[in-house]
């Protein structure tokens, strides 16, 4: 059993920055890939991005490419999220999500069926 708890969720302005966190219990930290999901009032929970076992592959959604950086941190069992240039629709509940596989599929990483747990959600609002 793995459990995921997200901080670092918060308001800000749009252009500003904010970083999550993500840390996990449980499980082999190390040996799983990691994934941020977001949801907006209203809306589904859509991909934003993955980072795989090890941190050498990285996938983003095109909404945040060039904006965000996932990263993780396997001593610590903690993955990041490092928001920049926050614009209003990013606002959402933001969600960690552990998949047990490697994460080589940049495919499969995407959608919201290959991950096996799920944190509580981080509440982001950017204000324009």
């Known amino acids: 059993q793995v459990q995921l708890a997200e901080s670092g969720g918060g308001l800000v302005q749009a252009g500003g920055s904010l970083r999550l966190s993500c840390a996990a219990s449980?499980?082999?930290?190390?040996?799983?890939?990691m994934g941020w999901f977001r949801q907006a009032p209203g809306k589904g929970r859509e991909f934003v991005a993955a980072?795989?076992?090890?941190?050498?592959?990285?996938y983003y959604a095109d909404s945040v490419k060039g904006r965000f950086t996932i990263s993780r941190d396997n001593a610590k069992n903690t993955v990041y999220l490092r928001m920049d240039s926050l614009k209003p629709e990013d606002t959402a509940v933001y969600y960690c999500?552990?998949?047990?596989?490697?994460?080589?599929?940049?495919?499969?990483?995407?959608?919201?069926?290959?991950?096996?747990?799920w944190g509580q959600g981080t509440q982001v609002t950017v204000s324009s």
């Open positions: 980072i795989s076992w090890s941190g050498g592959n990285t």
């Open positions: 999500a552990a998949d047990l596989t490697r994460g080589s599929n940049p495919y499969l990483i995407q959608l919201l069926s290959e991950y096996d747990y």
């Open positions: 449980g499980g082999t930290f190390s040996s799983y890939a």
